[in-house]
């Protein structure tokens, strides 16, 4: 059951529903009364994507067509632009992609979901395997249309010794899921997963992910901080299983949302399932206001408020943007997320 | 100078001044001394515009302007700074970004150029030196993690870059041992001036070993008890505040 399962079917009940536990907060088959036609193949070239300029090749899945394949041979090292773009207007289209990261190769992946058309229906799902040693940085940009429905499923197969450093930056869709679901077999397999969510308006993402660390000595660091605005709901599920035996596994979850209207909303559910001894796991979940105390220190020193309400959201969010590898990626998400704020406060 | 009228202020619906009245000529240092409770603190937010501090009658006046008039930011435009008792943690934003956003939205409130870049950054070195202040510290997120000292020092280092006309120190010697005092009493000494009024509120007369007043004032029950010289700040410390907890 699944977005993808619907949309090659034909068959609304194939859809997530509330009913299901995953998927309460991000309900498709009460949003989805009818699913549109297909989308059509286009032609026209797609304009620069938001990571132009700093990739040494790019992929493009239009409307669901591309590449189905892709890999990165042993020792490798490359970076590469993965731009997933929706060009039809009220159109349904699913599409899978696998990569296959061969060992001691590094992939820095720079993922956009572009949304230059209104009214579609998407899911995107990506099958990373990646070999021993092997690297992978991702860094995913979702520019969605407000009137979208986007889920991108993205499940990763480590090998001892290789990792994945992971953020998702978002700005929401009409209904939006980004779900990584992570295998982490241990012995020095290092994952970084996070995250950063920025919303108004009516507009809703959920950030979903799922670690499961089967082996001995696996590290699992997440970050993921939310700004939510308007009507605006954000949803953060957060998993992370220790199997029996999957000693010495060091986990930290960290999860924050500032919420700034009276409207908005934020639903969290961080889960560790420690099933093994000899463990490191925390967590952190907090949900909250902007400080006022701090408002009003800013504001004795003289910053106006309008101003000193951007400079402590954009503080906030920047913690986990600084954490972003790649430098080029990182200042452009930088830029995007101060242009989204000084809309916000 | 800043001239004070009956003023009344309520928190949470609770009267905590009742007609206060004070006057600080500029060039002078004022000290407002008082028991615990006799809304010492309420004071120096009300002066400073702290939401929920609300004013309910009287006047507060620096140099012909109307400061209840003004939310926070355009009173420190016009030259109010509050140094804080307990300084607020800002999680995310160097001392340096904080203190060059603050001096550069005043100056643009008061329609002068901006601090270039390195001009600012001279001001800071100097200050900093001399309030033996880690420089690698303003680089951090402002107060986050800092020692009770190294935040009422930060604190004084603002005061001296802003240059205010009003300075309120409020409690500024709670939590410092004595090598951090006497920085901090050098420090506002300093910053004495013919054109600026200081108001130092504090407990205790410790500070004012240091710092010496040229008047001292008791507060008690909301409202001014007693007026005098240095003396009356020993006085007090000999005797303590009963007999004004009754005259209030």
Known sequence: MSLARAIETGDLAELPSRRDEDWRWTDLRGLLRVLPPPSKATEDAAPAGPFAGLAQTEVLIVNGRGERRLVIAPGERRIMALRIIAAANAGAHASRLEIDIGADAQLTLLESYEGQSSDYVVETDLVFELRKGGALERVVLAQDAASAVSVSRAQVSMSPGSSLWQTVATFGAKRQRLE??????????????????LLNGQRHADITTIVAHTGVGGVTDQLVKGVVD??????????????????????????????????????????????????ACTHGNTV???????????GSRGIPEREARAMLIEAFVVEAIDRIGHEGARERIRALSAEHLKGSS | MLSIKD????????????????EIPAGEVHAVMGPNGAGK?????????????????????????????????????????????????????????????ALNA????????????PEFLRRVREQAAML?????????????????????????????????????????DSGLDIDALRIVADGVNAMRSADRSMLVITHYQRLLDYVRPDRVHVLAGGRIVASGGPEL???LEAEGYDKYATAA
């Open chain 2, 132 to 172: 033996k202040i880690d420089y690698e510290l303003l680089k951090r997120s402002l107060n986050v993690g800092f020692s009770g000292g190294e935040k009422k020092r930060m604190e004084i280092l603002q005061m001296a870059l802003f240059s205010p006309r009003l300075a309120i120190l409020d409690e500024t």
């Open chain 1, 288 to 298: 909250g206001a902007l400080d006022e105390e701090a408002l009003f220190y800013a």
């Open chain 1, 180 to 197: 990584t679901q992570v295998r982490n077999p241990g012995g020095g397999a290092s994952v970084r997963l996070d995250g950063i969510y």
């Open chain 2, 7 to 22: 003023l009344r202020v309520e928190v949470a619906g609770k009267p905590i001044l009742e007609a206060l009245s004070l």
């Open chain 2, 41 to 101: 603190s309420t004071l120096s937010y009300a002066l400073a515009g702290r939401p929920g501090y609300e004013v309910t009658g009287g006047s507060a006046v620096l140099d012909g302007e109307d400061l209840l008039a003004l939310n926070p930011s355009e009173r420190a435009a016009r030259g109010v700074f509050l140094s804080f008792q307990y300084p607020t943690e800002v999680p995310g934003v160097p001392g340096l970004t904080f203190i060059r956003s």
């Open chain 2, 106 to 117: 005043q100056h643009r409130a008061r329609s002068e150029p901006e601090v270039s870049a």
């Open chain 2, 233 to 235: 700040a020993h006085a």
């Open chain 1, 230 to 279: 308007g009507q605006a709901r954000g949803v953060f599920q957060g998993r992370i299983v220790v199997s029996p035996g999957a000693d010495r596994t060091d986990a930290r979850m960290g999860h924050h949302a500032l919420v700034l209207s009276d409207r908005a909303e934020v639903d969290a559910k961080p889960e560790l399932e420690i099933y093994a001894d000899d463990v």
